[in-house]
């Protein structure tokens, strides 16, 4: 595992050294398709800053959540790839405000149905979900791009994703390498995340085996997300970078 926190670092740099100061240079990116690949490869840099904090086998739950989300996320930037008309770019950028809507109105339903129970900020929140306007728009959303109406059944018909497919639809979408991905590395992460007894190990060495899929997995997409961020934006400095990382950890004798 020691090899694979040094390449979740080194992608970390990639990403900090070359990346960055390459799109600083270009002036504004931070709108339309650009914004969106940035602000998914930020959250995916967290993620793994995070995954280098777990180093221990007790550490294995955690480091199965994170790489779980860093597959998520490099579909995402896999979606927003192949996306040549910009409709799924709208739904994008356009699902948190829906979302944002659908809870506001499920958090101000429960309070309503108990009043003797009280929330700081309800009033604010029943005032941005009884906005006829605001709510109509939402609405027109919702059947414009995803083809849901919330008017007629406001519990089931909401995007459940910004896509709205689910993610082994993602996976398959993308090809039969990423598909085999979701097939063998997504049950055994969401073991870890759900409740129940399906993700308690039976050993110690089950523990530490979890912990390398998981970092391993960890690299695989943050390296891929990195290489599609090179190419959708031409970041030439970028991709010379990963090239020679790869050609380097290939030839390493380690």
Known sequence: ????LRQQAELLALWQDVALPDLASRGPLYTGRPKAYLETVRRMELWVRSMQLFTDSAHHQAAAAGARALFELVLDMKSLASDPDGSLLWKFQTF???????VSQKI???YARNPSLTLPDLPQRQAYVADSARRDRIHDLCRQ????????????????????RGSEQRAREHGRDVEELHVLA???LSFYLHSGAAGVPGSDAQEEALMGFAHALAVQCFLSALALLA????????????????RRWHDSPD
């Open 1 to 4: 595992m020691p090899d694979l």
């Open 186 to 188: 997504y049950p055994q």
């Open 96 to 102: 948190p405000e829906v979302e944002h809507f659908r």
């Open 231 to 246: 190419q959708a934006l031409s970041v030439a400095s970028l991709l010379g970078a990963i090239d020679a990382w790869a």
């Open 145 to 164: 791009m995803w083809g849901k109406d919330p008017a007629k059944d406001p519990v089931r018909q909401w995007p459940k994703h910004w896509t709205d």
């Open 108 to 110: 101000v339903d429960f």
